[in-house]
């Protein structure tokens, strides 16, 4: 049975915070290969722990 949503999000783990702070720091110098990635890491991180 699937759990409902409170419609509210819980705070990111510190994974999460770090992968988005890689992703945006390649964004910013316009590395779309090493931006690419941390958007497949964060995907990984995602299906594993949360």
């Given amino acids: 049975m699937l759990k409902k949503s409170s ?5 990111p ?4 915070l770090r992968i ?7 964004s910013r110098t316009g590395d779309r290969a090493l931006a690419l990635s941390w958007i497949t890491a964060m995907g990984r991180h995602f299906r594993a722990v949360h």
């Fill in 20 to 26: 988005k702070a890689a992703y945006y720091a390649a």
């Fill in 7 to 11: 419609g509210r999000r819980s705070a």
């Fill in 13 to 16: 783990c510190a994974e999460c």
